[in-house]
């Protein structure tokens, strides 16, 4: 059965500061999605990696996938109240459904 | 426009009836997908459809019931089994085969009195 774990599950964070959000899983998958959800509202599609050591960026974040250790990053840079929402990773399991992760919620404080 | 639909956006049912809950994309995707969110967690898997008049159970199908008669549309009942249905529904579709991502519906949030 395929597990998918965040870290962490809740992230509080200044603006400017810099973070990494962590999402491991537990089978092999060479593809990996990230999604960003705000409060009430449905889930945005952030970025699809799609191969072992890919790297994807759009403004202050920066997602990577390493797939022999099964894991992707959620890198956040110089943090702004905006990116304030929960970050959930997917994992494609057999190519018909996806796996979520937990969700990591991010507050950004002034 | 093109996009999937939810609807209602809010429903409130009494213990005992069966809902619907309505999904409808106009993207031509093969695939169609419901979960559903609880409170501060993530999305579980409840059905899901490849392909029309052919789904597929997911980890949670217990109380609920589907159809795929039409390429676009994929109704979610919540039948009075499901015994807690007080949950945030979420709508989702894809192109068939290995697709690059699912696209989300706005949601529908189902409440039991």
């Known amino acids: 059965e395929l597990k998918v774990e965040q870290n962490p599950l809740f992230l509080s964070m200044q603006e400017g500061k810099n973070y990494t959000i962590y999402c491991n899983y537990s089978?092999?998958?060479?593809?990996l999605y990230w999604y960003r959800q705000d409060p009430g509202k449905s889930l945005e599609s952030l970025f699809v990696l799609l191969s072992n050591g890919a790297v994807k960026q759009e403004g202050r974040l920066m997602a990577s996938l390493d797939t022999k250790a099964r894991l992707s990053t959620l890198h956040i840079t110089a943090a702004v109240h905006d990116l304030s929402a929960t970050y959930f990773c997917?994992?494609?399991?057999?190519?018909?459904?996806?796996?979520f992760g937990p969700g990591t919620r991010l507050s950004v404080l002034p | 426009d093109g996009g999937i639909t939810q609807s209602p956006k809010y429903l409130f049912r009494k213990e005992g009836q069966n809902v619907t809950l309505s999904c409808e994309q106009n993207?031509?995707?093969?695939?169609m997908y419901w979960y559903r969110q609880d409170p501060g967690q993530g999305l579980r898997l409840i059905y899901y459809?490849?392909?029309?008049?052919?789904?597929q159970k997911g980890d949670i199908a217990e109380g609920y019931s589907v159809s795929r008669e039409k390429k676009e549309s994929f109704p979610l009942t919540v039948t009075s089994a499901q015994k807690n249905p007080t949950a945030f529904y979420l709508c989702?579709?894809?192109?068939?085969?290995?697709?690059?991502?699912?696209?989300f519906g706005p949601g529908t949030r189902l409440t039991v009195l």
């Open positions: 993207l031509n995707h093969d695939a």
């Open positions: 459809s490849q392909i029309v008049n052919d789904f």
């Open positions: 989702a579709s894809s192109i068939g085969g290995r697709p690059l991502t699912q696209y």
């Open positions: 089978t092999t998958s060479d593809r």
């Open positions: 997917a994992v494609d399991m057999d190519g018909q459904n996806f796996v």
